[in-house]
């Protein structure tokens, strides 16, 4: 770069659970390699009036909910809305995170680079949209979005007047991030690993469900954490899954290959670096170059038909006479194959119940170790919310998990870490991968004073017992309202000493239940939130934090309704300024509705 040329660079992430910040540091580091003098900055510390004033900006972000921004990037953007900068001059580039079996895959990147376009920027790479296995699609990106920074031209002078009283504003901000953040050396590419001291069963007898409480030791560590914050598990696979795989495919389990995690045994690539325990569509698609037809492929279309004195004629090749049906796929794998592939949504259906071991014992298809390597994902960690506070268990961090089994084609399955820490973990003996993903925002207001309103079915309860927790410790003079369900009171009524040594020693105001299968009719929380309406919305007057944890698709929509519904009825409030109380006010503009929800 010449000696006047302006080589400033700020990397703004918007993150939900610490991977976009990941990245964005990861970013950082290449870009000062290349000679830029870059500034990682949290979006929640910066404001629009900021942007005309950098000519190289990157923008890494998630997206969260259903095509929402995270939490830490909603400020900025409904600021950029409003304000409208002209960022004429400006130069940028977005990397997208998000997750293809959701509709609106990467819309908080798409909307960032389609705006800051609108705004007058000028867009120096095409954006990048990365599935959930994300790192190589990050890589691409980044190996294109930093040499287009280096290679722009902007003359010192061009910045120096629009920078000379808000560049010591920007800096003093990254400096409140690096304090702030207090980050451990530990993460998902480096976790600590771990043991588990106790892992047993909540539910009573009889119960259909299998949740447990799993405490893990943190050991010599350092890590530590505050209530609302997720603990990141690094599960492996099952292992009779890795054997079934490598006998089908007539693999040696001991050949070395090279991973992302360096050289290896196949059967330790397979059982820890990438997920096989549920096949993705990459790999679906890659059966029309294996799978050949097994005989004559014959196509036919009806042009003409004469049935009882009524005449049809197709105006267009594949069209079909009035009550006839397309023909299906034959037995020909080939043909099968054809089928699935044929649009995302089969696709999606037919891996809804398989995984590789299944295609591949119906296909018989045959792979290279290093041509299903390459098909396969990464193997990622899983987030639990935390369900412990460290002030109250030095040392150790717990969690309330759910334990996922089922079972399809006379195969028992279930979910990969769940399963790992309760079937194959070993109680003090077993090292488990873990690190901390710290919150942002799903956290205690900073007055002890306030009340707050706690809405946590089933696991869902996790984040609330810390939070109680925390309280009792911290002797926290504001009142707790906790609302818990599921489906039995005798079979789910998870960690019932201790909440009613809560309610006993005055700490937990009151507690209300939805045991949804102990009557006739099935009640849930939304309905006790609604019975309850007018004494919510009193507490809701006089400024209580509402937090909601559990089930986004059914549970948190039918809570945001109902809260709504206590608007409207004992608010006094149209639908209109009702939703916009708890949408707008509550949510975003006091941050006192707070959601964790999966």
């Not at 609106?104 to 960032?112: I, Q």
């Not at 290093?370 to 969690?399: C, M, N, Q, W």
């Not at 207001?445 to 306030?450: C, V």
């Not at 949408?583 to 509705?593: I, S």
Request: aromatic share 10%; charged share 30%.
């Amino acid at each position: 770069m010449a000696d006047n040329n302006d080589n400033s660079l700020i990397i703004l992430f918007g993150s939900q659970t610490g991977n976009a910040e990941e990245l964005a540091e990861e970013t950082k580091k290449l870009a000062d390699k290349a000679g830029l003098n870059s500034h990682v900055i949290d979006m929640d510390e910066f404001s629009a009036e900021l942007f005309p004033q950098h000519k190289r900006i990157l923008i890494i972000t998630s997206t969260w909910g259903e095509g929402e921004m995270p939490d830490n990037a909603e400020d900025l953007w409904s600021d950029v809305c409003s304000t409208a900068p002209s960022m004429t001059g400006s130069h940028f580039s977005v990397c997208a995170i998000g997750d293809t079996s959701y509709d609106e895959f990467c819309k908080a990147g798409l909307d960032w680079d389609n705006k800051l376009q609108e705004l007058g920027a000028n867009r120096t790479t095409e954006i990048q949209l990365c599935d959930v296995d994300y790192e190589p699609e990050w890589q691409e990106w980044v190996d294109k979005a930093i040499p287009a920074m280096v290679a722009l031209e902007i003359p010192l002078e061009a910045v120096t007047e629009a920078e000379e009283e808000p560049a010591a504003e920007v800096i003093v901000e990254k400096e409140k991030v690096e304090k702030s953040s207090g980050k451990s050396d530990w993460s998902a590419k480096n976790p600590y690993n771990s043991t588990i001291t106790e892992c047993y069963v909540l539910n009573g007898e009889g119960s259909k469900k299998e949740t447990r409480h799993i405490v893990f030791d943190l050991g010599d560590s350092g890590l530590d954490y505050r209530v609302g914050d997720a603990l990141g598990v690094v599960p492996q696979n099952p292992p009779h899954i890795v054997e079934e795989i490598l006998e089908l495919q007539g693999w040696d389990r001991d050949q070395m290959v090279t991973t992302h995690k360096g050289e290896r045994t196949l059967y330790d690539a397979l059982k820890k670096d990438y997920e096989v325990h549920m096949a993705n569509k990459k790999f679906v698609n890659s059966l029309t170059k294996k799978i050949v037809s097994s005989g004559m492929s014959i196509s036919m279309n009806i042009v003409k038909r004469s049935r009882d004195n009524l005449e049809w004629s197709s105006s267009a090749e594949g069209d079909l006479p009035p009550g006839l049906n397309a023909s299906m796929a034959s037995e020909d794998p080939a043909s099968r194959v054809a089928a699935i592939v044929a649009d995302s949504k089969a696709i999606e259906d037919y891996l809804w119940t398989r995984d590789y071991v299944d295609i591949m014992r119906e296909f018989n298809a045959k792979y290279t170790p290093d041509e299903f390597l390459e098909l396969t994902d990464r193997l990622k960690p899983r987030l639990y919310s935390i369900a412990s506070s460290h002030d109250a268990h030095p040392g150790f961090v717990e969690l309330t998990v759910g334990i996922v089994r089922f079972n399809y084609h006379d195969r028992q399955r279930g979910g990969l870490c769940t399963q790992y820490m309760a079937d194959e973990v070993v109680v003090n003996e077993t090292d488990v991968g873990v690190f901390m993903s710290p919150t942002k925002s799903f956290l205690l207001p900073e007055d002890t004073s306030t009340d707050i309103i706690m809405v946590g079915p089933g696991t869902g309860i996790a984040p609330f017992r810390a939070f109680m927790e925390q309280r009792v410790h911290d002797k926290a003079p504001g009142r707790n309202w906790l609302f818990f369900g599921d489906q039995s009171e005798k079979t789910e009524y998870y960690y019932k000493d201790e909440i009613e040594g809560w309610l006993d020693g005055g700490h937990l105001y009151k507690f209300t239940t939805a045991w949804s299968r102990d009557q006739e009719e099935k009640i849930y929380v939304q309905h006790r939130l609604k019975e309850h309406g007018a004494e919510v919305w009193e507490w809701f007057e006089n400024g209580a934090y509402f937090y909601i944890c559990g089930d986004k698709q059914y549970m948190a929509k039918d809570v945001h309704r109902a809260l709504i519904d206590i608007a409207i009825e004992h608010g006094g409030m149209s639908e209109a300024d009702a939703t916009h109380f708890i949408e707008k006010t509550m949510m975003k503009e006091q941050k006192r509705y707070l959601r964790d929800v999966y």
